[in-house]
């Protein structure tokens, strides 16, 4: 004899986990529509795949580390004059991971670099792909103890399964020659493979002082700026016009 207990037992051992979870559910709305064997087999099997991707993207939204949540819509395209929302969206089809071309968003704190760098990633994951985000700082200190005990391959392996790499504020501190030497191969790596968003408080022709050699810098410049879409955002900073805001509207109370 079936009873919801012995079916969903067997979907578990299939690891149907989301039909399992709401047969009953799914039963009973089959009952309520009338819904034809065919109607009802797809909407079994529906269920369970649209899980399984809302499971994969909280997976990955998860694993790209986002420090904090920010929206493209969140953004104020009025206030940033130096980019515009049309610039943004033609991002927003994802061609530029399917392409592995890498974008750069370049200028002062404050003007929103990173912000539309998590905004796009974002998306993205949603879309299905992966993300890793780190900050330059961190990334650097990852492969110089990766390094350091003699698996930096392995290191680079692991953040080439990411479908995109977010590199924030590339260029605030120098690096010295081992740590050029390991960035350099992660780039190499990289490079024509997988796609990369980089902010950064430098324009080019200033690499070389953060890359400590012109020697290193011009082969990483060349190969993070070949397919890129280049941003040079400027304004004030937002940071600082809202606080002067604030101020403003308190002196008016
Ligand atoms: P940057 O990375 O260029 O230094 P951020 O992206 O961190 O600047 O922006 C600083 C803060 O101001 C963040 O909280 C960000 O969400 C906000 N911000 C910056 N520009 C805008 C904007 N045009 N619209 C809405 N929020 C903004
Ligand atoms: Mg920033």
Redesign the pocket.
Known sequence: MNTFETVINKYNSLRFNSIAVSLEMLVSQAEDNETSYLQFADMLVSHELSKRDENRVNLNMKRAGFP?K?QIE????V??TTITKKQINRLLDFSYIDNRENIV?I????????????GISYKSVYAGYKVLFTTALELIEMLDLAEAKGELKKKINTISKFDTLVI??LGYLPMNKQSMFNFFQLINALYEYRSIII?T?KDFTNWGDFFFDDNVAVPIVDRIIHHSHIFM?GGE???LK?KINLNYSTYRI
Do not use: C, W
């Open positions: 904090v920010k969140e953004f104020d395209f206030s940033q968003f200028g002062p704190p404050g003007v929103g670099k990173t912000h539309l760098a998590i924030d504020e902010t408080n955002m900073s937002y940071r809202q």
